[in-house]
T-cell receptor, first 115, second 109 residues
Framework: IAGITQAPTSQILAAGRRMTLRCTQD?????MYWYRQDLGLGLRLIHY???????GKGEVPDGYSVSRANTDDFPLTLASAVPSQTSVYFC??????????????FGPGTRLTVL | GQNIDQPTEMTATEGAIVQINCTYQ??????LFWYQQHAGEAPTFLSY??LDGLEEKGRFSSFLSRSKGYSYLLLKELQMKDSASYLC??????????WGAGTKLIIKP
């Protein structure tokens, strides 16, 4: 693979169910991000990780959790999905190091519908 | 607070030139990014400015004025494939991107 992959591409989920969105990158970027994108709003940061083993909260973290066990993977978990979490979810990564460009590169997205 | 403003929608003609403006207010500043996003797809990187001035990259150019908190993306020789949303994002002091809602550009033949 080259770049960032996300799975699943789309999912319909019943409210109250647990769901994990997967994200994997092969660019050896140290920083990774999860955003949600809703119509009429800009991308909103959910959680981020500047390096393996560390994570941080973004603008809209409630209802979501992440882990960063290694450089390549950054899964996003919805513990108990609610309809307001219906959105398109994008994972991104960047080289956040001295001399790095900090340019974020995006995965193809996961379209999640919570009923 | 932190804020990015850009027009919601613009219309232009194939072969013409269009300028998409963006104003920003952030806590600290580490650069201004422009991304292109076609409907149903992921954002893709177009340009990055951290110093004042114009950066040219083929048909696309991006300008930054740090003192005015202002940037624009200039698209020349418009093609139908340029129909997309254009996202402006400013990087704050924590190296987090603050995103505008995007400008939907409609190209007419």
């Amino acid at each position: 693979i080259a770049g960032i992959t996300q799975a699943p591409t789309s999912q319909i989920l019943a409210a109250g169910r647990r769901m994990t969105l997967r994200c994997t990158q092969d660019m050896r970027h140290n920083a990774m991000y999860w955003y949600r994108q809703d119509l009429g709003l800009g991308l909103r940061l959910i959680h981020y990780s500047n390096t393996a083993g560390t994570t941080g909260k973004g603008e809209v973290p409630d209802g979501y959790s992440v882990s960063r066990a290694n450089t390549d993977d950054f899964p996003l978990t919805l513990a108990s999905a609610v309809p307001s979490q219906t959105s398109v979810y994008f994972c991104a990564s960047s080289d956040h190091s001295s001399g790095g460009s900090d340019t974020q590169y995006f995965g193809p997205g996961t379209r999640l519908t919570v009923l | 607070g932190q804020n990015i403003d850009q027009p919601t929608e613009m219309t232009a003609t194939e072969g013409a030139i269009v300028q998409i403006n963006c104003t920003y207010q952030t806590s600290g500043f580490n650069g201004l990014f422009w991304y292109q996003q076609h409907a149903g797809e992921a954002p893709t990187f177009l340009s990055y400015n951290v110093l004042d001035g114009l950066e040219e990259k083929g048909r696309f150019s991006s300008f930054l004025s740090r003192s005015k908190g202002y940037s624009y993306l200039l698209l020349k020789e418009l093609q139908m494939k340029d129909s997309a949303s254009y996202l402006c994002a400013a990087m704050d002091s924590n190296y987090q991107l603050i995103w505008g809602a995007g400008t939907k550009l409609i190209i007419k033949p």
